[in-house]
RNA sequence: GCCGCUAUCGUCUAACGGUUAGGACAUAGGAUUCUCAAUCCUACAAUCGGGGUUCGAUUCCCCGUAGCGGUACCA
């Protein structure tokens, strides 16, 4: 241990220039005037131009909580470690979050805005905070300057493995923790980089309790790491970092993952030792995906899975909405069942609770995500699927685009099929899928594909005949009656049964079913053997396109 | 290895210590004045294992197991 001289001496030899006090510093973040309950929350990210799903589901937490307590969103970028850096990494987070309609109060809005009187919000730009803090530490005899290489931290791990005891720089093991002023000096005058380390003063024998807001209490054992501050290029690392500016930033709540719980009793000590009011914490579990065929869990991963990747969606036309409505089911399960009870109240009227979040991890799931995006578009009307499928389709299918852009209309009553009354399709997931809906009705797409096959159900002959005929009965205005009674005469007069318990009865008295009749049609307008409602996709089709399709089958079928 | 957290159908989860352990997604069947989708009905399917405490345990306690996280001058 050193007296407080001898540690205000080696502040001063390790940051001569830094005249400030923490003091100074902290008269420049004024104490928030908070009304009771109100939350100050902060979502921090790492820039490393990747928006990890994982992402949007904390950034949306932190800003959904804050904002239904009526309180304060923080985005603070950290960006602290220099071999991550990545050129555009701020815009791929904000313009990413934009997307989904998750805005901060506070922090930057683009590369170079950045709002809030608690800034600056990217921490590359208040390194001078940082070092104020490490010399008061220093000063007091809380932290010490470590001048130990790479090679010599492999060497003592390696011992640690021997013998058998926690790798680590800790205790005896921490070579620098005691060294005299004059080791100190000769390292300084020499110009010898160093980082600052936390001297620990806890005992890892000893347990205290914590509170998590998710997890309840926990016993944890105390810190005796002496781990480290500011490293040798002076920047901060995240355990240094995360007490200052959330203290300094008025956080009321630290809102993080879980893999930061592990680092708690680290940061106790250093909430301690910095002076500073102890700010809860609510660890919530990372998403997850099956893997090994399903034996074992583990991270979404940036490397390994493209739906990891906000852009994956993006890029395929998961509606915003859908995504959002999923990552809050995750967070609140009852969230679905409220959605399901209140289609058509504002997503702000649900209120998160944080005593409803899972402890575990849970497996992201991208079937139930699909099912609640198709569930989201079928509430859509045709003009909104209309508008949205072109936004998408503007970036990311110039085809389509135009093709949407050229024929508003047309492409709004395709979009209306089955859209109405209690049978409302749901069969687009993505906007990437309206493409296949398109795929009738405009003969440029139309041409490309080839007929289904349906000789094993009607032979070639009668198929003919029941185009043939067809297009002599057809009445365009006809209702949607009046158009299936048409087809099941037209089937009578062939030898098709129109009962179908009567069909099943006497299968061999007759050639079909009106089905068969209705696939020949629907084969003969479409191409295909699954479709939209055929009654309606002939109204839209037009009576034009519907006869030339149906003349042009009957040819095929000589 | 060590430290910590967690544990209900395949998945997300519900159940003041007393329920035939519920719902949703998925899957499989069935229904429908046209196919597919949708819708409706039905089926399948779970309290990790072992000990306690208790009249009674999914729920509380202990042990084990498994999963996850941490064990960096990365966050």
């Not at 100074?24 to 820039?47: G, T, W």
Request: proline share 3%.
């Amino acid at each position: 241990m050193k007296t407080p001289e001898e540690s205000k001496k080696i502040a001063e030899l390790l940051f001569p220039d830094v005249k400030e006090t923490a003091d100074d510093i902290l008269k420049k973040y004024p104490k928030r005037n908070l009304k009771e309950n109100q939350m100050v929350l902060r979502f921090a990210p790492s820039p490393t131009g990747f928006l990890h799903i994982g992402g949007v589901y904390s950034s949306l937490v932190c800003v959904k909580l804050a904002r239904q307590s009526s309180g304060i969103s923080i985005l603070r970028i950290e960006d602290t470690d220099k071999k991550r850096e990545v050129a555009n990494g701020i815009s791929v987070i904000v313009d990413g979050l934009k997307g989904f309609d998750i805005e901060f109060n506070e922090g930057p809005k683009s590369a170079d805005e950045q709002i809030g009187e608690y800034g600056p919000y990217i921490q590359s730009q208040r390194l001078d905070v940082y070092k104020v803090f490490a010399k008061e530490m220093v000063s007091k005899g809380h932290a010490y300057p470590c001048f130990i290489t790479e090679d010599e931290l492999g060497k003592i791990r390696e011992e640690q493995e021997k013998e058998g005891v926690r790798t680590g720089y800790y205790g005896k093991w921490a070579k620098w923790r005691d060294a005299s002023i004059d080791d100190i000096q000769k390292e300084v005058d020499e110009g010898k980089p160093f980082a600052i380390r936390l001297y620990s003063t806890g005992n890892i024998d000893n347990t205290f309790e914590m509170t998590d807001m998710i997890k309840g209490r926990a016993t944890l054992r105390e810190n005796d790491m002496d781990a480290v501050l500011l490293k040798s290029d002076s920047f901060p690392t995240y355990h240094f970092a995360h007490p200052i500016d959330d203290t300094l930033m008025g956080i009321t709540m630290v809102t993080r993952g879980e893999e930061w719980f592990a680092s708690v009793p680290l940061h106790y000590e250093l909430f301690k030792k910095l002076g500073f009011e102890q700010i809860s914490y609510m660890h919530f579990s990372t998403l997850m995906k099956l893997d090994n065929e399903g034996k074992t869990k583990r991270k979404l991963s940036k490397r390994k899975d493209p739906e990891a990747d906000v852009q994956y969606y993006i890029e395929n036309g998961y509606p915003n909405e859908g995504i959002v409505q999923y990552l809050l089911t995750l967070a609140n399960s009852n969230f679905y069942d409220w959605r399901v009870q209140n289609p058509n109240l504002d997503i702000d009227e649900f209120q998160l609770k944080l005593e409803k979040f899972n402890k575990a991890g849970a497996l992201f799931d991208i079937v139930k995500l699909e099912d609640i995006c198709k569930e989201y578009i079928a509430s859509l009307s045709a003009e909104q699927v209309y508008e949205k499928s072109l936004d998408w389709a503007k970036k990311y299918d110039k085809q389509t685009a135009k093709l949407l852009e050229l024929n508003k209309d047309y492409c709004i009553n395709i979009f209306n099929i089955e859209r109405s009354g209690s049978k409302i399709r749901k069969d687009i997931v993505k906007f990437k899928d309206s493409k296949l809906q398109l795929r009738i009705f405009f003969d440029e797409l139309f041409n490309e594909e080839e007929y289904e096959d349906i000789l094993n159900r009607v032979d070639r002959d009668i198929q003919k005949e029941i185009v043939e005929r067809y297009i002599n009965i057809y009445n365009s205005g006809e209702d949607n009656v009046v158009w299936f009674e048409n087809i099941k005469k037209l089937g009578d007069s062939l030898g098709f049964c129109s009962d179908r318990k009567e069909y099943e009865a006497k299968r061999d008295k007759y050639k079909g079913t009106v089905g068969d009749v209705a696939m020949v049609l629907r084969v003969a307008i479409t191409k295909k053997t699954q479709s939209p409602d055929l009654y309606q996709v002939m109204s839209v089709l037009g009576k034009e396109k519907v006869v030339q399709r149906l003349e042009k089958y009957a040819q095929k079928m000589v």
